[in-house]
């Protein structure tokens, strides 16, 4: 059965995120009614964009819960790598709101400039009401700034970001505000079309970020490096090739294929693996998930080894080549390494088949002349065990 309960790191986040973004919300919905109402009684255009950009953050702020919610769920049969896309879909919808919002405030300003008639001096009232809104935004973009990095939510930053873009138009609100009650009544429009420039610039940036993520954009290079630097430095590893990386939400997910010694075990290998992937989650935050694929050599090129045969048409091939040889038959294991277009041998037998060393090389010599003549095979050894 598929589950919906969150992670236990997913939870922590989703909580951070919920009370930040309420209480953001909380603020947003207090400042969208001064600037409407202040827009409105006090003649201010400038202002009355400002609430729309206050209305278009409470909405925004609602998005955010969802996508903090849904982002946090574990992995189930459906979502094998999570929810964290849930976020970034979240962002890519805010972008675009933020854009529309724009382009809505643009077209009323301009409608202002070019009509003499509709251009009223601001009531100075509206200065007031610029300046709380400046106050409280650029403190609400700290808090929120500030949980985001905490919980490596790209959403929140930059829900962080559109808080601080709304000071920063709160602040050319009360510049146009101040010109018009100087006489000079154009720049409340102005500062509006302002407002709606920076609006559009975060809004372009949050899209543009969330599709390349959308598209599985690899990591900063910066991050890649860091990856790469980490996994050269775990013990057993020779080289890696094929490190692709992509953005989920605020996690990050990592491939790669990791040269080793060909001669070591299996197990031995699997624990490489797996020190790196503990590595990798330990030392860099937003890694989430490693998939580490051993190699024995750098099997970049697909020709390279895809036509010798597995084991068992191979050590069947072995085992009737030496058949009638003496103590063939006694033959324990048969370990085969493969490494590009070759394979070594090895033949294991009980060490009771021999009475000395001389013996030992002689039987060795016998079994090894013939399997060598097998196509693709690169060297052969036997080895008398207890």
Same mark, same amino acid.
């Given at each position: 059965?598929?589950?919906?309960?969150?992670?236990?790191?997913?939870?922590?986040?989703?909580?951070?995120?919920?009370? /930040?973004?309420?209480?953001?919300?909380?603020?947003?919905?207090?400042?969208?009614? @001064?600037?409407?109402?202040?827009?409105?009684?006090?003649?201010?255009?400038?202002?009355?964009?400002? $609430?729309?950009?206050?209305?278009?953050?409470?909405?925004?702020?609602?998005?955010?819960?969802?996508?903090? *919610?849904?982002?946090?769920?574990?992995?189930?049969?459906?979502?094998?790598?999570? #929810?964290?896309?849930?976020?970034?879909?979240?962002?890519?919808?805010?972008?675009?709101?933020?854009? +529309?919002?724009?382009?809505?405030?643009?077209?009323?300003? $301009?409608?202002?400039?070019?009509?003499?008639?509709?251009?009223?001096?601001?009531?100075?009232?509206?200065?007031? %009401?610029?300046?709380? $809104?400046?106050?409280?935004?650029?403190?609400?973009?700290?808090?929120?700034?500030?949980?985001?990095?905490?919980?490596?939510? *790209?959403?929140?930053? +930059?829900? +962080?970001?559109?808080?601080? =873009?709304?000071?920063?138009?709160?602040? /050319?609100?009360?510049?146009?505000?101040?010109?018009?009650?100087?006489?000079?009544?154009?720049?409340?429009?102005?500062?509006?079309?302002?407002?709606? !420039?920076?609006?559009?610039?975060?809004?372009?940036?949050?899209?543009?970020?969330?599709?390349?993520?959308?598209?599985?954009?690899?990591?900063?290079?910066?991050?890649?490096?860091?990856?790469?630097?980490?996994?050269?430095?775990?013990?057993?590893?020779?080289?890696?090739?094929?490190?692709?990386?992509?953005?989920?939400?605020?996690?990050?997910?990592?491939?790669?294929?990791?040269?080793?010694?060909?001669?070591?075990?299996?197990?031995?290998?699997?624990?490489? $693996?797996?020190?790196?992937?503990?590595?990798? @989650?330990?030392?860099?935050?937003?890694?989430?998930? !490693?998939?580490?694929?051993?190699?024995?050599?750098?099997?970049?090129?697909?020709?390279?080894? *895809?036509?010798?045969?597995?084991?068992?048409?191979?050590?069947?091939?072995?085992?009737? =080549?030496?058949?009638?040889?003496?103590?063939?038959?006694?033959?324990?294991? %048969?370990?085969? #390494?493969?490494?590009?277009?070759?394979?070594?041998?090895?033949?294991?037998?009980?060490?009771?088949?021999?009475?000395?060393?001389?013996?030992?090389?002689?039987?060795?010599?016998?079994?090894?002349?013939? @399997?060598?003549?097998?196509?693709?095979?690169?060297?052969?050894?036997?080895?008398? %065990?207890?």
């Amino acid at each position: 059965m598929p589950t919906t309960t969150a992670s236990p790191e997913g939870s922590r986040r989703y909580q951070a995120g919920r009370r /930040v973004t309420l209480f953001a919300a909380g603020i947003n919905l207090f400042l969208a009614i @001064i600037k409407f109402t202040g827009g409105i009684f006090g003649h201010s255009q400038a202002l009355i964009a400002d $609430a729309i950009d206050s209305s278009a953050d409470l909405f925004s702020d609602m998005a955010v819960l969802y996508g903090a *919610r849904e982002g946090s769920r574990a992995p189930d049969s459906k979502h094998p790598y999570g #929810h964290g896309r849930v976020e970034t879909l979240v962002s890519v919808f805010l972008g675009a709101v933020l854009l +529309a919002t724009a382009a809505g405030i643009t077209l009323s300003a $301009a409608q202002r400039l070019l009509s003499s008639d509709l251009l009223m001096p601001p009531e100075p009232a509206t200065l007031l %009401v610029a300046v709380i $809104a400046i106050g409280l935004k650029e403190w609400i973009y700290r808090y929120t700034l500030r949980v985001g990095r905490e919980t490596r939510s *790209r959403m929140l930053e +930059a829900n +962080a970001w559109h808080q601080r =873009t709304d000071s920063i138009s709160s602040l /050319v609100v009360l510049l146009g505000v101040g010109g018009s009650l100087l006489g000079m009544p154009y720049l409340d429009p102005v500062a509006a079309i302002g407002v709606s !420039v920076l609006i559009a610039r975060v809004g372009w940036q949050l899209l543009w970020q969330s599709v390349s993520e959308l598209a599985d954009v690899a990591l900063s290079r910066d991050r890649v490096a860091a990856i790469r630097a980490a996994i050269r430095d775990v013990e057993g590893v020779h080289d890696l090739h094929l490190l692709r990386t992509r953005q989920a939400g605020p996690d990050a997910l990592v491939d790669v294929h990791v040269q080793v010694n060909p001669h070591i075990s299996v197990s031995e290998g699997h624990r490489i $693996a797996e020190h790196i992937r503990e590595r990798l @989650i330990a030392d860099l935050d937003e890694v989430s998930d !490693v998939l580490v694929h051993i190699d024995t050599e750098d099997d970049q090129s697909f020709e390279r080894g *895809r036509t010798l045969p597995l084991r068992a048409d191979l050590e069947q091939k072995i085992r009737s =080549t030496i058949a009638g040889l003496p103590s063939a038959e006694q033959v324990k294991r %048969v370990q085969l #390494h493969y490494d590009a277009d070759r394979i070594g041998v090895e033949l294991h037998l009980p060490l009771a088949v021999t009475t000395d060393t001389r013996s030992a090389q002689a039987l060795a010599e016998q079994l090894c002349a013939p @399997i060598r003549l097998l196509p693709n095979i690169a060297e052969v050894a036997v080895h008398f %065990v207890t």
